[in-house]
């Protein structure tokens, strides 16, 4: 059974900067599409990042320079390096597993492709 677990979210000021951690367990995530969402109050889900086997990486337009994905194998963790933070940011983020690759071949548009998700973890940026 796949479990992701994040860690190192908190309350920042705009332009501060976090590094969010998701601990990966019974799952084979070297290989496929692992990435992060987020959802803030009121609002749909949204695509983050996203890394695929062979470390291609996507981004949203809306972090696109600011934020970075990137992975341990050796620890089985994904982390997401969020820089330049803005209050627009404010959301809970995911940590998510994609089996099928489609989350990252739709450019992150493909939120259903998601099987797996962690519990999430806040993230707030006051301005």
């Known amino acids: 059974q796949v479990q992701l677990v994040e860690s190192g979210g908190g309350s920042v000021q705009a332009g501060g900067s976090l590094r969010l951690s998701c601990a990966a367990s019974?799952?084979?995530?070297?290989?496929?599409?692992m990435g992060w969402f987020r959802q803030a109050p009121g609002k749909e889900r949204e695509g983050v990042a996203a890394?695929?086997?062979?470390?291609?990486?996507y981004y949203a337009d809306s972090v696109r320079g600011r934020f970075t994905i990137s992975q341990d194998n050796a620890k089985n963790t994904l982390y997401l390096q969020m820089n330049s933070l803005k209050p627009e940011d404010t959301a809970m983020y995911y940590c998510?597993?994609?089996?099928?690759?489609?989350?990252?071949?739709?450019?992150?548009?493909?939120?259903?492709?998601?099987?797996?998700w962690g519990q999430g973890t806040l993230v707030t940026v006051s301005s």
């Open positions: 998510a597993a994609d089996r099928s690759g489609s989350y990252c071949y739709s450019h992150l548009g493909d939120l259903g492709a998601l099987d797996s």
């Open positions: 890394i695929y086997t062979g470390g291609t990486t």
């Open positions: 019974g799952y084979t995530y070297s290989s496929h599409c």
